[in-house]
């Protein structure tokens, strides 16, 4: 029995990273899908170039939702996830097709090498000897949901292999150019986390946005081994730290205040409960 593979791919805005991506998987897999969030560059012709079908799905802030719909859409008895700024090199590749040929397992977990500010983070948390992720499954062996960074998870029962983490076996990351790329990022994915939580009934008090802020970022540069990353380890270690900060900091805020809205509001009539005092008097004369 002849066994498929195919590749969901989710793109807004790729033009200069979707071509590499694309062109580490085109030679093994059976059907690419491109799902595109209306881009405003050449990323749907980048993807029609490489072999790719483009569906367009709406923008929503972040990935998942449109990750879920891409996954759907493939045609393969086996899918493999890919990031358009993600390469899969010749080795995994070979070992992916090996493990579809001798049927090995249900879901893959495998290991990341994720590149910050121009070079590889070897530890920290998302460094090669900790990152990993199930990308590649049977179709059906993993679930879905809407929420951020937990949109997949395997279904009870499925067979797990997670590959050695050696370079070569990694998915290559070629994610945040610099720290304003970093910064970027966290204060987006912060806003929907937020509402998410808001939405779940969630609470944030002040000792639990101390206590996760310290405690992500001891987790990151002490427990995974940050401080052997060198500036690199330090800066994402202190940036993590910062994206639970802000993520409990906006969920506080809207608890307490409200949207940005809420707070224009509020100024405006601060703005002319200050100003009352000016109606009905000129220059020199007393209220």
């Known amino acids: 029995m002849i066994v498929s593979i195919g590749v969901a791919v989710n793109t807004l805005n790729e033009e200069r990273n979707l071509g590499f991506a694309l062109r580490s998987v085109r030679s093994w897999v059976d059907d690419i899908v491109v799902v595109d969030m209306h881009s405003d560059d050449g990323t749907a012709e980048v993807a029609r170039r490489h072999g790719a079908r483009v569906l367009l799905h709406e923008r929503m802030g972040f990935a998942d939702p449109a990750r879920a719909f891409a996954v759907e859409q493939v045609r393969g008895d086996w899918v493999l996830i890919l990031d358009a700024d993600e390469i899969v090199p010749p080795a995994l590749a070979r070992r992916l097709q090996e493990i579809v040929a001798h049927d090995l397992a249900d879901v893959v977990h495998i290991p990341y090498q994720n590149y910050f500010v121009g070079a590889p983070l070897r530890f920290t948390f998302v460094g090669l000897f900790n990152d ?94 940050g401080m052997l990353d060198g500036w690199r380890g330090f800066s994402y270690s202190a940036f993590m730290a910062y994206y639970y900060a802000a993520k409990y900091g906006k969920l506080r805020a809207l608890q307490t205040v409200g949207d940005r809205e809420d707070i224009r509001e509020r100024y405006v009539r601060l703005a002319e409960s200050w100003l009352a005092g000016y109606e009905g008097t000129k220059a020199g004369e007393e209220p």
């Not at 929420?147 to 009870?156: K, Q």
């Not at 945040?176 to 994915?189: N, S």
């Not at 808001?198 to 639990?208: K, M, N, Q, S, V």
Request: glycine share 8%.
């Open 132 to 225: 990993k992720h199930a990308r590649f499954f049977k179709r059906g062996a993993l679930e879905t949901s809407g929420r951020v960074h937990r949109y997949l998870r395997p279904r009870p029962g499925r067979r797990q292999l997670t590959l050695p983490r050696r370079p070569e076996l990694a998915m290559q990351h070629f994610g945040y150019l610099d720290l304003e790329h970093f910064a970027e990022k966290i204060d987006r994915y912060t806003t929907i986390e937020a509402r998410q939580m808001l939405d779940r009934g969630e609470r944030a008090g002040t000792f639990r946005m101390l206590l996760a802020t310290v405690r992500e970022f001891f987790t990151h540069y002490l427990r995974y081994g």
